[in-house]
């Protein structure tokens, strides 16, 4: 069936996957047990991928340019910054915090214009176009950077990047029970879980966004699982 489009964005979650085309148009297959397809199924069974059923709005259909799967849980960015999610209700952003079986907007992002979303587990991490930071989700490992206390947030919160990193974030990436960015002066940031040394710093867990020193500027970086790849100038 996908044989027909060309696919220019994946991503997978526990049990679910989600793709992107070239014109803008997200399927969804997989387990469904938490509504992470964004529709609702006559079982909790695998499904073959299905065109997400978007509400049309005055400007015409909505256009996802990026998708991100946690393990339960699907976000999706649209061309005009916006932010939809679906799934477990811990983490789609929303307030009220039931599952959704259908995608709905992320108020709290409402206004601010997204350009990257990345998942973990079951947390998320949102880059905006101005370089400010979003988090939200599960922080049992201190995953949402230090200056959030609780194990759990449940809508999304910005992070001060001037006085935690000195100024804007250019990349984001989210592993399992850590994340990574890399500010706009090429420096890399992780906090988290470190059990494998995925952070790249001496603790087994930062609990705070930590400093790891590199060799030279850091341009992209991929977070696994437990490991870490960094591409540097």
């Known amino acids: 069936f996908l044989q027909t489009h060309r696919i220019v964005f994946a991503s997978a979650g526990l049990s679910h996957s989600c793709v992107v085309t070239a014109q803008g148009i997200a399927f969804s297959w997989g387990g469904n047990d938490c509504g992470q397809l ?20 005055t400007k015409g259909f ?25 799934g477990v209700g ?57 200056t959030i206390a609780d194990d759990h947030c449940q809508i999304p919160v910005r992070l001060d990047s001037a006085s935690l990193f000195g100024g804007k974030i250019a990349s984001i990436s989210c592993g399992y029970n850590f994340s990574l960015v890399i500010d706009d002066h090429g420096r890399l940031w992780g906090t988290g879980n470190n059990k494998y040394g995925q952070l790249g710093v001496s603790a087994l867990r930062a609990e705070g966004f930590e400093l790891c020193e590199l060799p030279t500027q850091a341009i992209q970086v991929a977070a696994g699982n437990a490991h870490t790849l960094v591409l540097c100038s």
């Open 38 to 57: 964004g529709r609702t199924t006559a079982s909790t069974q695998p499904v073959a991928p299905v065109e997400f059923n978007w509400k049309r709005s």
């Open 62 to 86: 909505r256009v996802v340019e990026k998708v991100a799967c946690g393990d339960n849980f699907s976000l999706f960015q649209t061309s005009m910054g916006e932010v939809y999610s679906c």
């Open 90 to 146: 811990a983490c789609t952003g929303r307030q009220e915090g039931a599952d959704l079986s259908k995608c709905c907007r992320v108020e709290a992002l409402v206004g601010t214009f997204i350009i990257d979303i990345q998942t973990g587990s079951s947390h998320t991490l949102c880059l905006s176009q101005t370089g400010d930071l979003f988090v939200w989700g599960n922080n049992s490992h201190m995953q949402l950077g230090g």
